[in-house]
């Protein structure tokens, strides 16, 4: 697989604070390939620094196997989706799109016909002559992305492009970029804070936080197998139990035995596991689970798909349970007694 | 305005404010009938009478005599076509120099900008007069700045061009004019969104080519206010030409002013303010044509 983009111990201070701190990943040629975290972790710079708008203070980017230190941004093979979109509001759209064939000098017929070709891609044919200023969000967004793929980019970067939208529309450009990906077929690097858009589109995400890569994989790795106490929290939120390992299970204080996966543990050492709120079961009688407790409904949140719990345990820990609303038995009240349990291949260990 | 606010606007509450609103303005109003449109309407009536030179009756109206009078008279003309020659000038310099200026507190300055744009602002706190004494004694055949060059031996005679001339007023309202019109420019291009100018870089423009395409253009109402600003008091003026101007520096300004307060022709000195009067609200036409009036209002 070609390597498209490669951050090798990126680094990036700005005086005593450390923004990115010791950051390496590769990106492979064709990948829809994510930047996930919270705000201020590092996401935004690090993308910055591929499109040459902040300089790294030590490591080296490569682009398409080049060294970019000192390579301007208007000389990159990058081109970037702004998180205003940053449309020239003095130029139609047609303009717009053509802004960086202009430059490269391309010829006038050239650029008609490929302007022509992006409005299609996006949508939005007879556009060309539209101000800025009449466009709704959601047009707006996919002129900003058509004026970026236009010069045919190396790698596409996107600063979190859809943090705007209203949620259907965001729902609606998800699915507009995944195919639009799938049709060009260019390498996507995607900055976001919300993990169910990260999930959704990525091949592959980088997880960041306080300036560090803490975990880097495939959608289903980071949710299904998170590597640290912050992933398994940040990505879906999650439950935690900690407890001393003995003999396939492990024992939590005031709660009893959880059994798990069998795995090379060491006895008597402290394992922190990871519960999801959707892999857990709810009932007044359980059965074909694994563990099983008694817990009481302190609140109950009912959100049209799902219903979300919070169950207070035995030993006063308060839980998530996230309970599809099809096949209920029904909802539980407040106060109302119930028996949550889980498989023990769910029950996924941390450290 | 979509069907909502009109049929807000229509409710009686609106309409109390709205009456409210226009009671706000009437005193403006009136005030500028009194002290602006009268004295034009009479400057405009005046200037189509011809007037007795002693009795100051009406002799004959309407004539177009006192016009006559302009453009018959190479003088005159000649005096106009150097006005508008200076005005232009002073308008492309002090506008091209501000410009500069905000340019770089805008992007360049990142602490205190404000304080730096207020220190520009310093020389407004000297009356004009003053200012204009000042540069009375630096220029001159034999003012200060001739003086020391001589003296110091770097020139033998006087630079006859910071002699009291058409130069030196120039050079005195460009300096006078530029640190005003910063305001105007600094204010459009600190209203450009930063990250349209990496939007043009990122696209492969050179910082010059930025600036050609994004940040100029977008700066233009700025600019067009400036010119403005400049342009219509500097057409019309006449100080600084009576105290650095000389004879051969004369602007069409001392002519009106000499009509009506020394020769008391104001019958004359009213059509030449009407001359003056067209060339200026020409100037503003054609610049509100060229970029609508509300986005240029929108950047003061």
């Known amino acids: ?351 | 305005m979509n069907p909502r606010e009109k049929e807000a606007s229509q409710s009686p509450k609106t309409k109390k404010i709205e009456l409210r609103g226009i009671l706000l303005v009437v005193p403006t109003y009136l005030w500028l009938i009194v002290t602006f449109l009268i004295p034009v309407i009479s400057v405009l009536m005046l200037s189509f009478a011809e007037l007795h030179p002693v009795t100051k009756n009406i002799v004959s109206f309407p004539t177009m005599n006192n016009y006559l009078t302009l453009f018959t008279n190479l003088d005159y003309v000649v005096v106009l076509l150097r006005t508008l020659l200076l005005t232009v000038a002073v308008t492309i310099s002090s506008v091209g120099l501000a410009y500069a200026v905000a340019y770089f507190i805008t992007f360049k300055i990142m602490k205190n900008k404000y304080t730096i744009l207020l220190a520009f602002q310093a020389p407004y706190i000297a009356s004009y007069m003053m200012v204009l004494l000042a540069w009375r004694l630096l220029l001159g055949r034999s003012g200060v700045i001739n003086s020391l060059l001589m003296s110091m031996g770097l020139t033998s005679g006087p630079i006859e061009l910071l002699g009291y001339n058409a130069f030196s007023v120039w050079l005195v309202l460009t300096a006078t004019w530029f640190p005003w019109l910063i305001l105007p420019i600094f204010v459009s291009l600190e209203k450009i969104d930063r990250s349209l100018l990496e939007a043009s870089q990122d696209l492969g423009a050179s910082p010059l080519t930025t600036f050609l395409k994004v940040t100029f253009p977008l700066s233009l109402p700025g600019v067009f206010v400036a010119i403005l600003f400049v342009f219509i008091p500097t057409i019309g003026e006449f100080v600084a030409p009576a105290v650095v101007g000389g004879t051969t520096g004369l602007m069409f300004g001392n002519l009106i002013y000499d009509f009506f307060l020394k020769g008391f022709r104001w019958d004359i000195g009213s059509a030449f303010a009407v001359c003056l009067l067209c060339i200026v609200i020409l100037a503003v036409l054609v610049l509100f044509r060229k970029i609508g009036f509300e986005k240029l209002m929108e950047s003061l």
């Not at chain 1, 111990?9 to 450390?18: H, P």
């Not at chain 1, 000098?105 to 939005?124: A, D, F, G, S, T």
């Open chain 1, 1 to 351: 697989m070609k390597i498209d983009v490669e951050l090798k111990n990126v680094t990036k201070k700005y005086g005593e604070i450390v923004a990115v701190d010791d950051v390496s990943f590769a990106v492979e040629r064709g990948q829809f390939f994510s930047l996930l975290g919270p705000s201020g972790c590092g996401k935004t710079t690090t993308l910055r620094m591929i499109s040459g708008f902040e300089t790294p203070t030590e490591g080296e980017i490569f682009i398409e196997g080049k060294p970019m230190t000192n390579v301007p941004p208007f000389k990159r093979p990058t081109n970037l989706v702004f998180q205003n979109l940053a449309l020239f509001p003095h130029m139609n759209v047609f303009d717009n799109i053509a802004f960086g064939l202009r430059i490269k000098k391309v010829p006038e017929n050239e650029i008609q016909k490929r302007v022509k070709e992006m409005l299609e891609l996006v949508r939005l044919p007879g556009y060309e002559k539209r101000k800025i200023s009449q466009l709704s969000g959601g047009e707006k967004q996919r002129i900003a992305i058509v004026r970026a793929l236009v010069n045919r980019p190396a790698v596409l970067l996107l600063d979190e492009p859809l943090g705007p939208l209203d949620l259907k529309l965001r729902e609606e450009m998800i699915v507009e970029l995944k195919r639009i990906k799938r049709e060009v077929g260019t390498t996507f690097i995607y900055v976001t804070h919300d993990q169910g858009e990260a999930l959704t589109m990525s091949d592959k995400i980088v997880v960041m936080n306080k300036g560090k890569v803490v975990q880097i994989g495939t959608p289903m790795e980071i949710y299904e197998k998170p590597k640290s106490k912050f992933v398994a929290d940040f990505i879906g939120g999650t439950n935690f139990f900690e407890g001393k390992y003995t003999e396939g299970a492990v024992e939590v204080d005031g709660l009893g035995k959880i059994s798990i996966e069998s795995g090379a543990h060491v006895s008597k050492k402290t394992l922190l596991l990871s519960v999801k709120p959707e892999k857990i079961c709810i009932g007044k009688k359980l059965k074909k689970v694994d563990n099983i407790f008694d817990g009481k409904v302190t609140e109950s949140f009912y959100q049209g798909r799902a219903i979300t719990y919070k169950v207070l345990l035995e030993n006063d820990s308060l839980i998530t349970v996230v309970a599809p609303s099809y096949g209920m038995e029904r909802v539980f009240g407040i106060g109302e007694k119930v028996k949550v349990g889980w498989n023990k291949e769910d029950a996924r260990v941390i450290t």
